[in-house]
């Protein structure tokens, strides 16, 4: 065999025919027009998308910021308690004090029954009446 016969030309296949011209037309233009359907809707959903995610991140902020203010409120409740426990010292301290003059206040009561002398008696009558009016306030 010859090289030229080996040959095929290719004539043929790369020139299009006069007859498929509206063929291909028509093809062109139905595939644009649904290229572009397809477009419109995938920009249709991509909105749609957006629109959901919008509202969902905005729901879930709103949640968010409920909880922010609820733990401020608790933090500000702490706080407070916070405070009455930096007090609590001098509440202990007052309740010590008050603790022991009532004490001694009530040894006083009985040491006034047990003693003979009447003058002796007073005394320490009045001397629980003094520690009674020296308790400090609560």
Known sequence: MKTEEKVVS??????PKD??????NEITVKTSRDIS???LLLAVLAMLMAGVLFFK????LNA?????NGISAKVGSM????AELENLPAKSKRMVMSTMILEMAQKASYL????DDKEQAA?????????QQAKPAE
């Open 10 to 15: 290719m004539d043929g296949f790369r020139k």
């Open 19 to 24: 007859n498929d011209a509206p063929f291909v």
């Open 37 to 39: 359907r397809t477009a």
């Open 57 to 60: 991140a905005n729901q879930n």
């Open 64 to 68: 968010l910021t409920r909880d922010v």
């Open 79 to 82: 706080d407070t308690r916070m």
């Open 112 to 115: 006034s029954t047990q003693v």
């Open 123 to 131: 005394k320490l009558l009045q001397a629980m009446e003094l520690l």
